[in-house]
C-alpha cells in the first residue's frame, strides 16, 4: 500500500436484492497434491437473471462482486463472481446474437473469514 487507502478505508456499497434463477452446484471433494489431505468445498453459486432486472434496479455485477445467497434463515452463505455472464455474441444470452438479454453468473464460495457482510 503505497498511501492509496487508509486503514478501514475500503467501503463497500450497501446490498441489493434482486430476483434471479438460483442453482448451486454439488460440492467437490478435492485433494492437496499427492498428499492424503482432502477438504469438501462448497458448490459454485449460479444466478440467470434478466439484464432488464439489473437495469431497472441500477446496479451491475462484475468480476469479484460479492453475492450473499441464504443458506437458512439466519445463515448467509458469501460468494465471489468469477464469471461475470456478459456475453455479447450468442444466441442463448442475446437477441439474435446483438443486444444481450440474459447473464448467467457464476460466483465461486468465499472463506468466512473474507467477508463479512452487514
Not at 478505508?9 to 471433494?29: C, D, H, R, S
Not at 468445498?41 to 437495469?55: F, M, R, S, T
Not at 442463448?92 to 446474437?97: D, F, N, Q, S
Amino acid at each position: 500500500m503505497y498511501g492509496e487507502s487508509l486503514e478501514d478505508g475500503i467501503q463497500f456499497l450497501p446490498p441489493v436484492e434482486f430476483k434471479g434463477y438460483v442453482t448451486i452446484e454439488t460440492p467437490e471433494n478435492q485433494n492437496y497434491s499427492n498428499a492424503n489431505l482432502s477438504q469438501l468445498e462448497p458448490g459454485n453459486l449460479k444466478v440467470g437473471v434478466y439484464q432488464d432486472a439489473l437495469d431497472e434496479l441500477n446496479i451491475d455485477i462484475d468480476y469479484g462482486d460479492y453475492l450473499g445467497y441464504y443458506e437458512t434463515e439466519d445463515r448467509v452463505r458469501y460468494y465471489s463472481v468469477v464469471n461475470d455472464g456478459r456475453v455479447v455474441s450468442d444466441n442463448k444470452h442475446t437477441y439474435g446474437g446483438y443486444k444481450p438479454f440474459y447473464r448467467s453468473i457464476i460466483a465461486a464460495p468465499v472463506n468466512d473469514g473474507e467477508f463479512r457482510g452487514i
